[in-house]
């Protein structure tokens, strides 16, 4: 399956070339009161690059909310959005790497800020006992920590590309990061009231090291850090084999994930299900995690209730 979308995203991206053969050489910055024209990889990227623009930008996310990046192909109209763009918001440690050969077709001109630049990151793996591109960890912003740092990288980005609102975006994001110091707060507080012997999550695919390292959970998954890396038979029984012997109290699917896997691990290992996680993706406008704070307070609920004693 993997092998197909690679294949497949070579296709794509050969069409792409020729579509923006008659596009501009570069993005153009308009004068006066324009937005900034800003293309984020995801949707919590995107939601960053909003809450520290504010007015100012007007942010496309290629990968839209509910939707899985880890597997995304590029559709047409994605390279001359980058064509287009002032500046592009990537994560960077290998989770959207597919960018650096669309921003090639595109022959985009606009500079590439890396959020997680910075970020102290933590192992990684394929889900086969391997890393290859995956030897870092790439879901940083499971940390609210390391979204700090995601902040002020879109926030010097933004600076840098739009200098005459260079203060603004500090202000934005001045502000911001005291809503994340809320956050960080009130995550600490309620998962430090959780029974030790119940602080462990199961999941669909490793995308919550980070927060386990920041609270103090155990995460287990039945995938490895990419939802590429198909969940093995062997490695499903001895998670089952696991779950049973640890007690563990609850497994949790995730937004973007086909909830089948986790149904059969509840179902074989004894343990409820203790409701929907947000991994790698917002919900839709008006869902309840359709910002990167509320997709946070969402993940905090859910896990408390599942796991309190």
């Known amino acids: 399956m993997i092998s197909t979308r690679r294949a497949g995203l070579t296709t794509i991206l050969a069409g792409l070339a020729l579509m923006v053969a008659t596009a501009s050489a570069g993005p153009v910055r308009a004068e006066g009161a324009e937005p900034l024209k800003v293309v984020a990889t995801f949707s919590i990227l995107a939601d960053l690059a909003r809450q520290v623009g504010g007015a100012h930008v007007a942010v496309t996310s290629l990968v839209g909310p509910d939707s899985d990046a880890h597997s995304y192909a590029p559709a047409p109209a994605d390279a001359r959005r980058i064509a287009e763009a002032d500046i592009v918001i990537v994560n960077g440690l290998g989770f959207d790497g597919w960018l650096d050969r669309l921003v090639k077709v595109s022959a985009a001109k606009a500079p590439v800020v890396v959020a997680a630049r910075g970020v102290r990151t933590i192992a990684g793996d394929d889900g086969h006992g391997h890393g290859h591109a995956h030897d870092v960890d790439p ?171």
Not at 177 to 182: E, F, G, H, P
Not at 212 to 237: M, N, R
């Open 139 to 309: 879901h940083a912003w499971q940390s609210v920590a390391n979204v700090r740092v995601y902040v002020a990288n879109i926030r010097d980005g933004l600076a840098k590309a739009d200098p005459a609102r260079a203060k603004v975006y500090a202000g934005n994001a001045e502000a911001y990061i005291r809503q994340l110091d809320a956050l960080d707060g009130e995550m600490r507080a309620t998962l430090a009231a959780l029974p030790p012997e119940r602080r462990r999550i199961i999941t669909s695919h490793d995308a919550f090291g980070y927060l386990a390292e920041a609270y103090g959970l155990v995460v287990l998954a039945a995938q490895g850090v990419s939802t590429e890396s198909e969940a093995s038979p062997k490695g499903i029984a001895s998670l089952i084999r696991q779950i049973r012997r640890e007690r563990v109290p609850a497994v949790f699917v995730e937004s973007i994930a086909d909830p089948r896997l986790m149904e059969q691990v509840a179902r074989e290992s004894g343990a409820r299900l203790g409701g929907r996680l947000y991994s790698d993706a917002l919900s839709a406008p008006g869902g309840p995690a359709s910002t990167y704070l509320d997709l946070m307070r969402a993940n905090l609920r859910t896990i408390a209730e599942a796991l309190k004693g």
